[in-house]
C-alpha cells in the first residue's frame, strides 16, 4: 500500500508510534523512526525491521526542540530528497487536577504535544509544497473532544490539535496535501499504565466493543490515512474508541 513513500512516525520508539511504524514497513514504507529518550527501543525496532527486509532509518530528536527538529527535516532532505507521510504522535500526558497543575506542566506538555506538531507540520509542509504531494496524521485524543477532569492541560492540547489539522488541511489542500487527526480513546500503551485499576474498569464499562484498543487499532486508521484510501479525506478527525458509550 506504501510503495515507494517516505514515512516520518514521530515518538515511534513505543506504543502507537512504534505500531504505526512497524505497520508502514510491513506495507513497503521506507519509514523514519524519530525518538527522544527511549533509543535502546527505536534501535529495537530497526533492527527487527532491517531482518525482514523492510526499510527504515531512525533520528533522534525532541519535537519540542526547534533545533532538533530543523535538523531532523536536513536529515530528511539529504537522505531522502521527499517526504510523503508525516505522522504527528510524539506526546505527553500528565493527569492533573486544574488546581494542581503548574505552569511548568502546562510548558512541557504544550511544548510536546503542540509546539513539536507545529515545528514537523511547518518543515514537512515545505517539502510536501514543493511535491505537491502529502499526508499529515496528527494525533489527538477524545479528550481533546469531550474534555476530562483531571486532564485539563492534556484535553486543551488535544482539542487544539483539531484546530490546527482542521486550519491546516484548508491551507494545504491546494497543493495535494491532506492533513487528518485521529482521536484515539483508551489505548494500552505506556502513556496510560499509571491509570488506577478502578478507572480503567469504568472506562471499560462504557466501551461499547468491550475492549481497551490496542496501538494496532490506532495503527491501521493511520495506514489508510496514509495510503491511497484516504485520497479525499481532509480536515477531518476521525475518532477511534470502539464506540465510548459515555
Ligand atoms: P507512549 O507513552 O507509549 O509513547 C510516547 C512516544 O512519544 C514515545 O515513543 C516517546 O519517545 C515519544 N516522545 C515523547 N516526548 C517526545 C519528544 N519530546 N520528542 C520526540 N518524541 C517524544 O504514548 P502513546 O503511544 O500512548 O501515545 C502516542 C500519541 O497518541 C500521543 O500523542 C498521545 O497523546 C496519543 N493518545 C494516546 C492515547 C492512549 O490511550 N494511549 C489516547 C489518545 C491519544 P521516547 O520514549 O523515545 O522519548
Known amino acids: 500500500m506504501l510503495l515507494g513513500k517516505v514515512l516520518l512516525v514521530t515518538g515511534a520508539s513505543r506504543g502507537i508510534g512504534r505500531a504505526a511504524a512497524l505497520m508502514a514497513a510491513e506495507n513497503h514504507a521506507h519509514v523514519i523512526i524519530n525518538y527522544n529518550k527511549s533509543e535502546e ?5 530497526m533492527d527487527q525491521l532491517l531482518e525482514r527486509g523492510l526499510h527504515s532509518s531512525m533520528i533522534r530528536a ?12 536536513k536529515y530528511i532532505k539529504e537522505e531522502h530528497s521527499r517526504l510523503d507521510v508525516l505522522v504527528n504522535n510524539a506526546g505527553v500526558m500528565k493527569n ?3 488546581a494542581l497543575s503548574n505552569t511548568e506542566l502546562f510548558d512541557q506538555t504544550i511544548g510536546v504535544n503542540l509546539k513539536g506538531m507545529f ?8 517539502m510536501m509544497r514543493k511535491q505537491r504531494y502529502g499526508r499529515i496524521i496528527n494525533l489527538s485524543s477524545t479528550a481533546g473532544l469531550n474534555g476530562d477532569a483531571g486532564q485539563t492541560v492534556y484535553s486543551a492540547n ?3 490539535v483539531v484546530g490546527f489539522t482542521r486550519s491546516v488541511a484548508k491551507e494545504l489542500g491546494m497543493y495535494g496535501i491532506t492533513v487528518n487527526a485521529i482521536a484515539p480513546g483508551l489505548i494500552e500503551t505506556d502513556l496510560i499504565k499509571d491509570i488506577k485499576a478502578e478507572t ?3 472506562i471499560l464499562s462504557n466501551i461499547a466493543l468491550g475492549r481497551i484498543g490496542t496501538p494496532e487499532d490506532v495503527a ?15 480536515g477531518e478527525v476521525i475518532v477511534v474508541d ?5
Open 242 to 246: 470502539g464506540c465510548q458509550i459515555m
Open 200 to 202: 480503567r474498569e469504568k
Open 96 to 98: 492533573s487536577l486544574l
Open 220 to 234: 491501521k486508521v493511520i495506514l489508510f490515512l496514509s495510503s491511497d484510501l484516504g485520497d479525499y479525506v481532509s
Open 41 to 45: 527501543q527505536a534501535s529495537e525496532l
Open 62 to 73: 525532541d519535537v519540542s526542540s526547534e533545533e532538533d527538529v530543523k535538523a531532523m527535516f
Open 119 to 126: 515545528l514537523c507540520t511547518r518543515y514537512a509542509a515545505n
Open 158 to 160: 488535544k482539542a487544539a
